[in-house]
């Protein structure tokens, strides 16, 4: 009697339709877009406009195809969500090249998006069980680290806008702090499975809350060094901010002690006042986020103008905006990258960023459920890491231009221009894609050879 085999069950063909037909309109939307900024500023629908659709539409037909393949359970969301961003963030670098914005160009941008759905497609096709990554724990750790420490070796670093966060590779620049936060991901996953028994354990109880043991302060203490070098050496806040938020958040998911997060609020808030008192750039973001209306800060080198300009342009978009192309987000320094948020706030005004704002939290909201429905710890740990930062890091560059919190220098996810976070950002998509499919799919079912029905038959 021969045993019986088992087949993966398939995905329903209307799913993969209405994924499809989900893709399909959020290029349509993007094209629509397009045309309006061509017809605003010239009356007439943009000479390019077939070939960013094109391009645009076959990229997303590609990654589609691979994901069917490769990833058939996957959240159906995932990728019409992120096209819709980043074909949103191609038409306003679009929009700033007509209106001779300083570095835009959006067949550029086209180009670093063409890479990142290789880099999407190349670690589906590689990575076939997210989970062996499990096993790269403290490999991934120190790739990390070396990803971090890379902008400060000599000859190899690169210091741009008074930060050290660069490396030159030929022609062209990388950051490499942006694929760092995937390794850290995956190193702080592992390293919570195989330590989260001995950091839940309590220790002293103070009013209502159980304190965790003294001897086990060691990893939040050693990221919150880790997080002040990148800040002091490298002048990086934004980096440091996005990783020791992100290790709290997922060390709180692997404990449930509400102790560990108010721990590392603490932490932080000294690290900040710290380095705001000894170190120049720091004190100088702070006085900027208090009193950004100071005309002495507004004309002096690095002050508040470009936080002020940004203000502005979100104040004249009001609630319906401009309208794209009818506006003027060329006059906010660096508008395709830091802040192309302010930029599209100018001409989709309030109700457009809005509705930006929910297209990123439904992205983040599907990482969220995936990490939910993942039947072991290592997988809930990294759809939740990578859940968490995607949020966070739209968070502090939000709340940074408009004035909420100091300016990090983080940028859009998808969004702005440059290469290194687009590229990092669609792998961190395939990590969640692949979770997803991993968490969604049922159980095999098994089939019946011919003596195996005979057998049951009788």
Do not use: C
Request: glycine share 10%; no cysteine.
């Amino acid at each position: 009697m021969s045993t019986p085999a088992a087949e993966p069950v398939p995905m329903p063909a209307k799913r993969r339709v209405a994924q499809l037909a989900m893709l399909a309109f959020a290029v349509a939307i993007v094209m629509f877009a397009y045309a309006n900024v061509g017809l605003a500023i010239d009356q007439k629908i943009p000479a390019g406009m077939l070939g960013y659709g094109l391009g645009l539409g076959g990229l997303m037909l590609v990654a589609y195809l691979v994901l069917a393949k490769f990833a058939p359970w996957a959240d159906p969301l995932i990728l019409p969500l992120v096209t819709l961003i980043n074909g949103l963030g191609l038409v306003m670098i679009y929009r700033l090249e007509e209106a001779k914005a300083f570095g835009a160009s959006a067949s550029t941008q086209l180009m670093w998006t063409a890479v990142g759905v290789v880099m999407f497609t190349v670690t589906l096709i590689v990575l076939r069980d997210h989970r062996a990554l499990q096993r790269l724990t403290y490999t991934s750790g120190a790739l990390g680290l070396a990803l971090l420490v890379a902008p400060l070796l000599p000859f190899v670093g690169k210091e741009i806008n008074g930060a050290r966060i660069w490396i030159n590779l030929g022609a062209f620049s990388l950051q490499p702090a942006e694929f760092a936060k995937l390794a850290l991901i995956v190193f702080f996953a592992g390293y919570l499975v195989a330590k989260r028994d001995v950091l839940a354990l309590a220790g002293r109880r103070l009013l209502f809350i159980d304190l965790p043991r003294a001897r086990d302060l060691g990893p939040i203490l050693i990221v919150w060094g880790l997080s002040l070098g990148v800040l002091i050496l490298q002048k990086d806040l934004g980096s440091s901010l996005l990783i020791f938020g992100t290790f709290i958040a997922m060390l709180y998911v692997a404990t449930q002690r509400t102790s560990w997060v108010l721990i590392g609020i603490l932490l932080f808030i000294g690290g900040a006042i710290l380095a705001g008192m000894i170190f120049e750039h720091v004190h100088n973001r702070f006085e900027v986020f208090l009193n950004p209306e100071d005309p002495e800060l507004f004309q002096q080198v690095g002050g508040s103008e470009q936080l002020m300009q940004g203000l502005f342009s979100l104040a004249t978009g009001k609630i319906l905006g401009t309208g794209l192309g009818q506006g003027h987000p060329e006059m906010i320094p660096l508008a395709i990258s830091d802040f192309i948020f302010p930029a599209t706030g100018e001409e989709l005004g309030l109700t457009g960023l809005m509705a930006l704002l929910m297209l990123y939290a439904l992205l983040v909201e599907r990482g969220l459920r995936t990490s939910l429905a993942a039947r072991d710890p290592f997988s809930k740990l990294l759809a939740g890491g990578l859940s968490f930062i995607l949020a966070w890091q739209v968070f502090i560059i939000v709340g940074g231009v408009t004035n909420l919190i100091p300016l990090t220098g983080l940028v859009t996810p998808f969004m702005s221009q440059g290469g290194s976070a687009l590229l990092a950002n669609w792998i961190l998509i395939a990590l969640l894609v692949r979770a997803s499919d991993a968490a969604r799919q049922p159980p095999p079912q098994a089939i019946q050879d011919e003596g195996m029905t005979q057998v049951f038959q009788r």
